[in-house]
């Protein structure tokens, strides 16, 4: 195998040995809690109940059908083929729903929320810190600066701050959920209307707190390569300006990138909190229930999924890395 | 390493990141001399009191007071009587009777009374539900007892007939010196769900949320640093394990891994210092990442081949012809630890995953105690917003020192 299909291979390869560690670590961490969240739901359904032979044939039977009779590594495998067909199991806090179940309502929401929020926050850093580098000035002074102090903000703490200005004081956006109470799902036009006065603060408190950090990083990379060698000879054989721009933003862009790849887990983990502050019926709020209901079928799969999903989005940028960065190329060629 | 102080000191980022984190720090050892509180006293029986300073009822009415030529202002005399439910029944009144509002602002209480008194009369020709029709007439009669200045008697009762006795009338001119009266309370931000004082209790969580990032900062720099040594400068089949192990975890999201193992560790372990602990476990890939590929880089210069060819031990080497040119590099990286650490701590106590106590407040303890009892939906502002703004502050201010140290140790960033 030459080129990109060896350098795709090993990248693949890689990221389904770490799908692997992800999985047994999202198995076996949850399991290790003290304590027995079968013996709360047996306690539940026995309420009135004193037959010491009638409280322990409960208890087996529950412990039979969540498995949690049988040693870990059985449990393991037998979690691992129900996985695989897409059945993760029954969820503790809010049996007997299905954890996929849960989790199919709250992928969605998740996804629709972060996916775009950071990709237009990192877009609008990167075009901020690219000015600030070559224009100077109020940009580097001021604006970004501010960007800066802005992007110190926790994400739940950005969002607190917008629902305490446009929610409770101005009163021009909804405070909680991702919807109106009154309404149901479906495609009409007052949903997405709802739905769409309901993305815009969390879609922006995600956008505003990423723009600081990614701006920063860009000015320092647009300003080594300003100075680097190529741009002065550039400049010594006359090549027009905005060209000299374009190589230049195009070389800083490509460990920005690696950076955002590498600070991925990081934001997905803050802005799930933010997701909280809202009630936006995401991931965030599942694995909050998941928490508080000691409810580790649940949580062991929502922690699995975001990871599934940073996986996918690094994999995914890698590949995007290695088409635009030449050098990937070559270098898989020798 | 004066020189190097000095010229650190010189970078204006550092220098101002530097100002505010210390700014902070003295504040947070200062201000208990200057208070009598305690951070986990509950003082108030309820949730969310405003910030503001509190008398003694009781005190003010036994106290003699002094007349002022200052009569109470009628206005905010009716603006303190009038309850949210009152307004309701005001724009009610107006929306009934087609009397045009729009042009004020229905949260200005003086103008809607204003509005009401030139157009409420009690024979209204319009139909409405009893509930209405008694809560216009109780409007009518707050507002006219408000406009008469009746003052407020105070009765006694007699001990052996258990009559009320009038002893005395407190007019709308009769005012109270604060410095005569003992029991005056100031809470500059108010009290918590718990009724606890929160300033106080903000200085005490600032002082814990920091030891837990510096716990969890100095952890994750020292696995960090020496794996990374370990792999940069041994190389080989301890390299390759390292750099797995590192790679994996940098996938993985760290922040998912402070989860699971946060969740595993259960409930009655889990006080203040165990969780800096797990968050300093946790923490390290990316520093063990950079510090490999700085010491990679290091490794074939002249001075180590020179030391080597000299027959010093691997430990000297690292110590003298190493570590000095990446210190630098560590304090940096130390930094930004300690700035994580803090704001994984507050992430995680948000999920329910942080400090399992209540004997102690952290910045993230705070957060999540204000969300439960939602204060960011009743705009308890003063239960959340001055936590936030720490971690900002302590975010902010840390990451400025460190780019202030990244333009010195790193010329070409400077312009």
Known sequence: MKGYKKYYFNKI?????????????????????PGDPVASIAANSLAGVTDATQVQKVYAEYAAKFGTDKPMWEQFFIWLGNALHGDLGQSFSQYPREVSDILANAIPWTLALQLPAIIVGWLLGNILGAIAAYMKGVFDKAILPAFMFIGSFPAFGMATILLFIFAIKLQIAPS????????????????IKSVLSHYQLPFWSIVLITIGGQGIGMRSMAIYELNADYVKYSRFLGIKDNKIVGYVFRNAMLPQITGLALSLGTMIGGNMVAEMMFSYPGLGMAMLSAVTGQDYPLLSACTLIITIMVLIANLALEIIYGIIDPRVKAQQQD | MKNTLNQVFHAPKFLIGFIIFVGLIGFCFIYPFFTDKGPLTMYGNGNFFPPGT????????????????????????????????????????????????????????????????????????????????????????????????????????????????????????????????????????????????VLTELVSATKASLRIGLLAGCIATTIGLLLGLLAGYVGGVIDNLITFVTNLFTVIPSFIILILISYSVGDSARGVTVVGIIIGCTAWPWTTRSVRSQVISLRNRDHVNLSKLSGHSMMRIILTDILPYIASYVVMALILQISSGVLAEAQLSMIGLGPATTKQATLGLMMQWATQYSAHLNGAWWAYFPVVITIALMTFSMNLMNQGLDQVFNPQLRD
Do not use: H
Not at chain 2, 84 to 89: A, P, R, S, T, Y
Not at chain 2, 132 to 152: C, M, P, W, Y
Not at chain 2, 159 to 177: F, K, P, V, W
């Open chain 2, 54 to 197: 509190y008398v003694n009822r009781e005190e003010v009415v036994e106290d003699d007071g002094y007349t002022l030529n200052i009569e109470r202002n009628a206005e905010t005399k009716i603006a303190a009587s009038l309850g949210d439910n009152e307004i309701k029944g005001i724009l009610t009144y107006f929306d009934l009777a087609g009397i045009d509002y729009s042009g004020i602002d229905t949260n200005d209480k003086v103008a809607l009374v204003d509005l009401w008194m030139e157009n409420y009369s009690s024979d209204y020709s319009f139909k409405t539900t009893t509930a209405n029709k008694k809560l216009f007439a109780r409007i009518q009669s707050i507002v006219e007892k408000a406009q008469k200045d009746t003052g407020v008697i105070i009765a006694e009762k007699n001990a052996e007939t258990g009559e009320l006795e009038q002893s005395e009338t407190i007019t709308g001119t009769s005012y109270s010196n604060t410095s005569d009266l003992a029991s005056v309370i100031t809470f500059v931000l108010g009290t918590d769900n718990f009724g606890r004082d």
């Open chain 1, 176 to 191: 909680a959920g991702a919807y109106g109470f009154d309404l149901l799902p479906s495609f009409s036009p007052a949903f």
């Open chain 1, 13 to 33: 390869l890689w990221y389904l040995l770490t799908l692997v560690c992800a999985v047994i670590l999202n198995f076996v961490l949850p399991r290790l809690m």
